[in-house]
Structures are given as structure tokens and as C-alpha cells.
């Protein structure tokens, strides 16, 4: 008899999932047995993912395009779920973009933006379907922030912020979880192969010039590990998460100039 893989007869929903870190923890899930529902505004380029993951691990896979940057379209996602008669039993909470910038050297609805899709849709999402992980007594949810958030970020500021946010909900999810079944982790890549940086603007910064890029497949296969072991924090890459451990005993001004140094463009 085929050794029953863990995550069969569950349902993985992975925000992002069309490109970058999204794909590669979506594939994650999959290799554990779990089925799969990708979501992220791009349909054609979910199709293709779901296409390849459903062939290559024997999954079901769903696709829901969806802007969860918009007001409400995290209820919207959940309805749509609910109607195709899906439940859900992880959520990964991947989707999320950068600015690379002062302040206002965007317009505000991309500032904004960033707050509505990083933070706003992130809890959104978790708090549709974080009863259900508690009363099933399994799941869980996986938080994508960033080392951006443990310090701020002076030329990201609604960036760094927005992720220091996404850290300590989980930190604080986690423990309103512990002994429950229900697995939370918040995973904090640094630099890492995607287009979040082509978005984002910072492969002109020096940070980009001079930090170590990680492949987004190795920074997913931390990530999904920590979550099956309950891993609070995991930072990937032993000099990030040197650099991260750090943080508390710089001098705050200190910190701010040097954050500064590494934000500006090279």
C-alpha cells in the first residue's frame, strides 16, 4: 500500500501564486498530497501552474482569479470558494508588493495599495478561515513578510512597515494556536529571484548590488518546512538571519541610517 502523504484529503490556498515564491510554496504543498487553490490576478499564468502541479503530484487544483488588493476581495475569494464547495485547510498568505522610494515618490493609491494587499487582505483572509482551522484541530496559515520586518526601512517606509505588521500578527496568531493543532508560521526571506524586485523597483539599490540572492524555490522549501514544524519565525539563510538577530542591539538611530545607506540607489 502507497504511503499515504500527509496533506491528502486537504485543500491548500496559495495568494501570489502565479509567479515567484507563490509558485514554488504551492508546489510544496502539492508534493505533500495536498490539492491546491491558486489565486492571484494573472489567469492565464495560474492556468499554466495549475496545469503543472495537478501533472507532476497527481493534486487537484482549482483556479480563482482574483485582485485582493481591492476592498472586499478577500470575501470575494471566500465566497467564491464557498460556492465551488471548497473548504479550506491552509492558507498561505504569499501575494504582497514593494515600492523602492521615499515616501512619495509613488502616487498614494500605490502606498495605499500596499497596506490593502499586504496587511489588509492578509487578515482578511485569515480571519475567514481560521475558525474552522481551530475547530478541525489541523492547518493552519503561512505568513510571507520579509527581513524588512524587523527594523524600519527609511526609503521603503510602508514597505518595511507594512511587513513588520504581517510579523507580529503571526507571532501573536501562533501563540493563540499553541496546543491546538493548528500550525502558524511567518516566513521572512531577504533578497530572493522574483519579480517582486522588478516590481519593487530595488535591484537598484545597494542592497541588491551587494546582498546574496536566494532562489525562490530554496527560500519556499524553508518556508513549508518551518510550517510543518510549527516554526514561529523562519528567516532564510543563515546571514539573514544573523543580520535579523542583530537588529535589537543597534543603537535605533544607529539602525535608521543604515537601512537608509542600503535603500539608496547605487
Known sequence: MARRKPG???????????????????????SDGYDLILTARNESALNEVAQRLAGAHGVKTHVIA??????????????????????????????GYGHAGALTSSDLPTQLG??????RALVELTYLFWDRMLANKRGGVLNVASTAAFQPGPLMANYYASKAYVLSFSEALWE??????VRVSCLCPGPTESKFRERAGTGKTRLAKSAKVMPSALVARQGHQGWKHNTRVVVTGARNAMQAALVPFIPRGMLLGIVRNIQSPA
Do not use: K, Y
Request: aromatic share 2%; proline share 0%; charged share 15%.
Open 66 to 95: 482574483q485582485d485582493l488588493g481591492a476592498i472586499g476581495g478577500g470575501m470575494a475569494l471566500a465566497n467564491n470558494i464557498r460556492m465551488r464547495g471548497l473548504e479550506v485547510d491552509v492558507l498561505v498568505n504569499n501575494a
Open 8 to 30: 491528502e484529503g486537504q485543500i491548500a490556498l496559495v495568494t501570489g501564486a502565479s509567479a515567484g515564491i507563490g509558485v514554488d510554496l504551492a508546489e510544496c504543498f502539492a
Open 114 to 119: 500596499m497596506i490593502d494587499l499586504n496587511v
Open 176 to 181: 493563540e494556536a499553541r496546543g491546538t493543532g
